[in-house]
């Protein structure tokens, strides 16, 4: 059974930083591109970053040089490092996995919350 447990969410005021946490299970976990994906309210699902089985990093232009994804492929884990947050980062925060094989996964959410 392949879950994705994410961790890390929380309150922080602007200017804070919150560290995102996804623990693999159940997947060859260095075969995947990892990713992390957030959905605010009445908005749609949108991509983050991710960083794939080379690691090579991609980001939205709205997180670039705030936010910082790693993953330890012998842990079977994907980091996300969030500094400078702000208002417009409240949102709930999906960890996503996906192969070349087109198979994919999602966690469950964790919910990030900036005050203003």
């Known amino acids: 059974q392949v879950q994705l447990v994410e961790s890390g969410g929380g309150l922080v005021q602007t200017g804070g930083s919150l560290r995102l946490s996804c623990a693999a299970s159940g997947i060859f976990f260095s075969i995947y591109t990892m990713g992390w994906y957030r959905q605010a309210p009445g908005k749609q699902r949108e991509l983050v970053t991710t960083?794939?089985?080379?690691?090579?990093?991609n980001y939205a232009d709205s997180v670039k040089g705030r936010f910082t994804v790693s993953r330890d492929n012998a842990r079977n884990t994907v980091t996300l490092q969030m500094n400078n947050l702000k208002p417009e980062d409240t949102a709930v925060y999906y960890c996503?996995?996906?192969?070349?094989?087109?198979?994919?996964?999602w966690g469950r959410g964790t919910q990030v919350t900036v005050s203003s």
């Open positions: 996503n996995a996906g192969s070349v094989l087109k198979d994919e996964y």
């Open positions: 960083i794939n089985t080379k690691e090579t990093t």
